[in-house]
């Protein structure tokens, strides 16, 4: 073998490796950033109508409230609690894992905090005691899988402290409408959906979410199709992006 010949097959293996290690950083960098920064999410359900709708994607922050064993993928670093951890606020929407089985992610809002009580009556929201004020606005129409137009009664929703947000009601005497009163534990909070009569939350399976399972606090939409189009298929983007809310901040 002549000298070019073997140069030029070094030269060529080092560019292999060259590629390997780059991609492998570029991995390392994007886990990274996944488990301490800013992990993406979709949302499959309609639970948090309106303020999230199917075929939303939103950016969570891993950082804002500490960091736990459901922070790194897969959950996989064998520790319980919380590191650097922070305090959710009311109102706030968050991702967490299901408590029953610490895999599923749920996103919810949270609506009461360690040491308060909750209950449903008649539709109504009281909190310690306390009935959540609520005022009517415009109704949310949207289209099911069929194809119809459906409209839902809307409410902008005031939660002591003052924080505002919109949830949906089909009416004050369905199934999760009339609730025992739930004292919420040390170290956990009472997660509820927006669209109130269609999720599953805290006042069912879900229950009281401790702390450790919290992964993050949604920021903002990034993306988001009218579900004609997935994040991948970029040919159909032009007419089913919902441009109005890309990178809408989250309330």
Known sequence: MSENTRARSKKKEDGFW????????????????RTFAYE??????????????IGDYLFVSKYSYGYSRHSFPLSFMPFSGRVLSGTPERGDVVVFKLPRDNKTDYIKRVIGLPGDTLQVQDGRLFINGEMVERERVDDFVYRNPYGSQIRVAQFTETLPGGREHLILEEGDNRRF???RVYAVPDGHYFMMGDNRDNSEDSRSQVGFVPAENLVGRAEFLFFSTDGTASIFEFWKWPTAIRFTRVFD???
Do not use: K, Q, W
């Open 18 to 33: 060259e590629t390997i290690a780059t991609i492998f950083y570029a991995i390392l960098v994007a886990l990274a950033i």
């Open 40 to 53: 993406p999410f979709n949302i499959p359900s309609g639970s948090m109508r309106p303020t999230l709708l």
């Open 177 to 179: 409408d009339n609730t």
């Open 249 to 251: 901040a989250l309330n």
